[in-house]
């Protein structure tokens, strides 16, 4: 694929979200159009209309890149809550089941949202049986979407 395009693939990974997203978004208009035609089998948009619809604050959903920049920086925090060795194994194990669930681009954005706003501030982290019950939520729900 030239580099210059950018297929379905690569515009749910941008943006988090699922294929059907994407091609829900397309249909309803909310993307700029294709830079291919709508009888070809792939259909792919320009980098550089895509980055100028972006720029120009385009993004579905208003607060869309606000949400996005929220998911990316929770992922962050838990990969680094992973990584800490001062931390018992639950957390550890938990910390790192929570940031591969929120970088997972098949389960919906605002799935990830509801999550953090669920889970993670309302997570007793000295409780063991409160990480582990989270750890398996998160476990469950990466299973479920990476089919």
């Known amino acids: ?17 699922d294929r059907s997203t994407i091609q829900r978004w397309r249909a309803k208009g909310r993307l700029p159009a294709p830079a291919t035609g709508p009888k070809q089998r792939s259909v792919q948009w320009s980098r550089a209309s895509i980055e100028q ?7 579905p959903g208003g607060d869309f ?6 998911v ?14 001062s931390l018992a194994a639950d957390v550890r194990a938990m910390a790192r089941a929570g940031a591969t669930l929120l970088s997972n681009p098949r389960v919906p954005l605002r799935m990830r949202l509801d999550l953090l706003e669920k889970f993670l501030t309302r997570l007793d982290w000295s409780d063991a049986k409160s990480v582990s019950k989270l750890t398996t939520g998160f476990l469950s729900i990466q299973k479920d979407f990476s089919r």
């Open 72 to 85: 990316r920086a929770a992922e962050s925090e838990l990969t680094a809550i992973a990584k800490d060795s």
């Open 1 to 17: 694929m030239d580099s210059d395009l950018l297929g379905i693939d690569s515009l749910a990974t941008r943006f988090g979200v």
């Open 65 to 70: 890149r606000q949400s996005i920049a929220k």
């Open 53 to 59: 619809w972006e720029r120009a604050g385009f993004m």
